[in-house]
Structure formats: C-alpha cells, structure tokens
C-alpha cells in the first residue's frame, strides 16, 4: 500500500496522538520510568515477580503520564506568556522537545481533551497503585497534589526546587512499598536523599537556566534567576557530587554482589552522566552545556538500571523472576 492510500485520517490521529504523547512528555517519561524499577531492584536485590513488574510498568506510565501533563495544564498560562517571548524554539537536541514542548500552551491542544488524558491516565495509575500496595495510592496523591504546587510557586519561591526534588522522589519510594509492604526507613531516606540530588542538580536547576532569560522578564523565583548562574553552577556541582555520594551508601546499604564492582560500576556512571557534564556547567556556564547536563542526566537512572539488572542476571545465571 502506498502512503496516498492510507486515510488522512489515520494520519491525522496519529498526529493527534503524538500530541497527547507531548503533553505527557513521554520520550522523558520512559527514561523516568526506570527510576522506580531501579529502587525496586536495589531493595529485594533480585527481580519481583512477573505479575509485579507487568502491573507495576502499567502503573508507573500511567503515573508519570498523569503527572507531567498535569504539570503543563497547571502551567498553561505561564508558558503561553513564555513561548510569546520566544522561550521554546525548536531544538531536537532537547529530550523534552522530541516531539513539540507545551501543546497545550501552543494551542494544539484544548483544555478539556487535556484534562481527559491526565483523569484517564490517573484512574490507571491509582487502580494499579491500589493493587500493589494501598501506600502507593498515598504516595501518588501527594505527588500530584505537591506537583501542583511547584507550577504554583512558580513566581512564588525558588524553595519549589525543594518540592521538585520530593516529587521526583515519590515513584521510587512507592515502588519500594510496591515490591516490600516493611521496608527498611535508613534505606528509603538513602533512597530518598539519592534521588533527591539527582533531581535538583541535573535536572531541576538545569531545566529552569535553559528559560532564565525568559523567565526573569517574567519575574520567575527559580533559582538561576534568583542567583545568577554562578551560584547556580554551584547548586549544580555540589548536587551531583551528593548523588554521587549517596548512590555509593545506598549500595554498601543494600549491595549488589560483587559490592566493589557494583560500587566502581556505577561511579564511573555517574561520573560519565553526571560529573562531567556539571563540571562543564561550572567551568563555562553555557546554555548548550546546561542542555547537555540534562539530558544526560536523564539517562542516569536508566543506565544504572540496565547495570544492575545485568548484574543480578549473571549472578542469578539467567533466573530472573522471584516466585
């Protein structure tokens, strides 16, 4: 069949989903994804059972699908006053602008469909939450009503930093409850403390300097206009070197056997995705190598998780599953 005897249709709803997928910023989603799957994994030390990673890959998309277009609904006005001043021209280098940034704000997208999607998606996330663990409905409620917040503060406070990196957090944390009803509190705040670095330092603090120019016409309080981009340079270097820290107590609090490789492994990770793009931040503080931190920082918790799991399957000799 040639291209001129498929329907316009089909074309068109492709189209339109295409959107809905960039409402959701779903090329960022996948890679968060591995976040919570990563925290499971290191917890048990082994693979959850089958029916535990299927339902729990349908949860979490389901989640992170509803949160991040909850984020750009909440913030529709102020990104329509962003792309106005030219903040989001197209770059394909930018892993949230793969397919269009803020459709919504752009106009091809409307209110009500948008909200459909984030209740639809909701639903989803809540039912498979409730299945896994009752916590994990809690968790994804406050994250939502925390996500809501940070658009919130936007010209609030710099502090909604803060919240970003409790918000990032919160799918790992439900995973952990999702795999162990008891887990282990010294382990959830190493957890916590680990991801909550990542967040600020390669993602947060790098996202809201691409905008700064933008966002100081608009009196923004992020933390790139409340402080220059030098002290944000420094936010940024510290920040990653405590997930490089916290990453490593984390592992000597739950190790991967062998602990030393599984510890010299996953430094050389982060050095690769997150030491050296921040360091590049520090030394220039350039906005293409702003961008460059963040997206490779967003690869982080994907790539650990490929590591680790590899680890476990040599370990295990191919067994993966828990019964």
Not at 292 to 305: D, G, K, V
């Amino acid at each position: 069949m040639t291209q001129h005897n498929i329907p316009r249709e089909t074309f068109l709803g492709l189209s339109r989903l295409s959107l809905f997928f960039a409402l959701s910023r779903t090329p960022h989603a996948l890679l968060d994804m591995a976040t919570p799957c990563l925290a499971a994994l290191i917890w048990l030390g082994t693979f959850p059972s089958l029916r535990t990673v299927l339902l729990g890959l349908l949860t979490v998309f389901g989640g992170y699908s509803a949160v991040y277009a909850l984020n750009d609904v909440i913030d529709y006005r102020p990104d329509r006053e962003r792309i106005r001043l030219g903040a989001f021209p197209g770059n394909d280098k930018y892993l949230d602008g793969l397919i269009v940034r803020h459709p919504l704000a752009q106009g091809t997208l409307k209110l009500g469909e948008s909200m459909a999607w984030i209740v639809g998606w909701a639903l989803i996330a809540l039912g498979g939450a409730y299945l896994l663990n009752p916590i994990c409905v809690l968790i994804f409620v406050g994250g939502c009503f925390l996500e809501a917040m940070y658009c919130l503060m936007w010209r609030t406070s710099w502090l909604r930093s803060i919240v970003s990196g409790v918000v990032k957090t919160s799918g790992a944390l439900a995973a952990v409850f999702a795999v162990d009803p008891q887990p282990s509190p010294a382990f959830l705040v190493l957890l916590f403390l680990w991801l909550f670095f990542w967040e600020i330092g390669g993602q947060n603090i790098p996202a809201d300097w691409t905008d700064m120019e933008v966002n100081r016409i608009l009196k923004a309080r992020t933390i790139p206009v409340q402080f220059g981009p030098d002290v944000s340079a420094r936010f940024v270097l510290v920040c990653t070197v405590m997930t490089l820290v916290m990453n490593a107590f984390l592992l000597l609090r739950k190790p991967f056997l062998p602990v030393w490789f599984s510890l010299g492994a996953s430094f050389l990770v982060g050095v690769f995705l997150l030491l050296v793009p921040a360091l590049n931040v520090y030394r220039t503080r350039e906005r293409p190598q702003v961008m460059r931190l963040f997206n490779r920082a967003s690869y982080y918790p994907m790539a650990l998780l490929i590591l680790f799991a590899l680890i476990r399957l040599v370990g295990t000799g191919g067994n993966m599953w828990t019964k």
